[in-house]
T-cell receptor, first 113, second 116 residues
C-alpha cells in the first residue's frame, strides 16, 4: 500500500535559517506529491505540489522536487520567518480514479526570532 | 474566495449524546472527505464521497458513526452515541476530480469536539 514517511518534529530554527523537512514515500504507479501546511487553529492548506518526476513545486519561498529515483519530496526554504511556524504534512495521491490522499504524520516547525 | 465551511466550530457534549457536524463543500467540487485529527493518531480519513456517493468509509467506526451527503451542498457526520475517545478535531475537505492527477483538497476550519 501507499505510505509517506516524514521526519519527526518538532523542528526549532532561528529566523533566517535554512529549512529542510525530509519526506519519502512508497507508492505504486506515478503518484502526485504535495506539501500541506496547517497553521494553529486552522485546517490544512496546500503549500505546493508536483505531479511527475523531476517537477519542482514552489510557493512562498518553499520548494520541493519530485525525485522518483530516491522516492523523496523534501521541503526546503532558504530563510525561514517566524510566520512559517506551523505543522507541515507531506502527502501523496495515487494516479487513477480513486482520490484518496495518504498523509504523513506531520512535522511541527517552530521559528524563533 | 471560495471556502469549505464547517459548523459548529466547537462542540462540547456529554457521553452518550448525539453529535452532528456539517460541512458545505466548495461549489462545483464533486469530492468530499471527512478526517479526524488527534495528537496520538494524527490525521485519519473517515469517509470519502464522490458525486455524493460514499466510496470509502473503511476508516469510520460503523457502530456509532455515519456520514451522508443529502445534497451537493451539504455533508454531515454523525456520532451516536458519542464517547470521550471521539474527542478530536474533525475536518471536512472538498475537491474536484479531473483525472489528470494533482487534485488538491481544500480543508475547512474544522470542528473541535470534546466529549465529557
Amino acid at each position: 500500500g501507499n505510505s509517506v514517511t516524514q521526519m519527526e518534529g518538532p523542528v526549532t530554527l532561528s529566523e533566517e535559517a535554512f529549512l529542510t523537512i525530509n519526506c519519502t514515500y512508497t507508492a505504486t504507479g506515478y503518484p502526485s506529491l504535495f506539501w500541506y501546511v496547517q497553521y494553529p487553529g486552522e485546517g490544512l492548506q496546500l503549500l505546493l505540489k508536483a505531479t511527475k518526476a523531476d517537477d519542482k513545486g514552489s510557493n512562498k519561498g518553499f520548494e520541493a522536487t519530485y525525485r522518483k529515483e530516491t522516492t523523496s519530496f523534501h521541503l526546503e526554504k532558504g530563510s525561514v520567518q517566524v510566520s512559517d511556524s506551523a505543522v507541515y504534512f507531506c502527502a501523496l495521491l495515487n494516479s487513477g480514479g480513486y482520490q484518496k490522499v495518504t498523509f504523513g504524520t506531520g512535522t511541527k516547525l517552530q521559528v524563533i526570532p | 474566495d471560495a471556502r469549505v465551511t464547517q459548523t459548529p466550530r466547537d462542540k462540547v457534549t456529554e457521553m452518550g449524546q448525539e453529535v452532528t457536524m456539517r460541512c458545505q463543500p466548495i461549489l462545483g467540487h464533486n469530492t468530499v472527505f471527512w478526517y479526524r485529527q488527534t495528537m496520538m493518531q494524527g490525521l485519519e480519513l473517515l469517509a470519502y464521497f464522490r458525486n455524493r456517493a460514499p466510496l470509502d468509509d473503511s476508516g469510520m467506526p460503523k457502530d456509532r458513526f455515519s456520514a451522508e451527503m443529502p445534497d451537493a451542498t451539504l455533508a454531515t457526520l454523525k456520532i451516536q452515541p458519542s464517547e470521550p475517545r471521539d474527542s478530536a478535531v474533525y475536518f471536512c475537505a472538498s475537491g474536484r476530480t479531473s483525472g489528470a492527477g494533482g487534485e488538491t483538497q481544500y480543508f475547512g476550519p474544522g470542528t473541535r469536539l470534546l466529549v465529557l
